[in-house]
Nanobody, 123 residues
Framework: QVQLVESGGGLVQAGGSLRLSCAAS????????MAWFRQVPGKEREWLAA????????TYADSVKGRFTISRDKAKNTVNLQMNNLKPEDTAVYSC????????????????WGQGTQVTVSS
């Protein structure tokens, strides 16, 4: 059974930092693209960042480029999202995702989702 379990969300002041972690288990992820998305109630899910399982290739949405960093911790089998200089508009539920095909930035193409973790940024 595939499991993606996020942790690290919480409440932070604007300008602060948080580090999210996604623990992956249940199958081989070597051919998957791992990504982070976020969603605000009433809005569509937004793709933020993606990495190959090896961590050698990463890519970011313009909205978070330069502030967020996606990485792989091979020893812990996790995919992490370091978020710096957080803004109130970053408040959302953040979810980890695994996609085995193309279009890994498209929520409708994601194969597996984590349960999500709330990030709240106060002004």
């Amino acid at each position: 059974q595939v499991q993606l379990v996020e942790s690290g969300g919480g409440l932070v002041q604007a300008g602060g930092s948080l580090r999210l972690s996604c623990a992956a288990s249940g199958r081989t992820f070597s051919s998957a693209t791992m990504a982070w998305f976020r969603q605000v109630p009433g809005k569509e899910r937004e793709w933020l960042a993606a990495t190959t399982w090896t961590g050698e290739t990463t890519t970011y949405a313009d909205s978070v480029k330069g502030r967020f960093t996606i990485s792989r911790d091979k020893a812990k089998n996790t995919v992490n999202l370091q978020m710096n200089n957080l803004k109130p508009e970053d408040t959302a539920v953040y979810s980890c995702a695994a996609t085995y095909g193309r279009f890994w930035y498209d929520p409708s193409r994601v194969d597996y989702w984590g349960q999500g973790t709330q990030v709240t940024v106060s002004s």
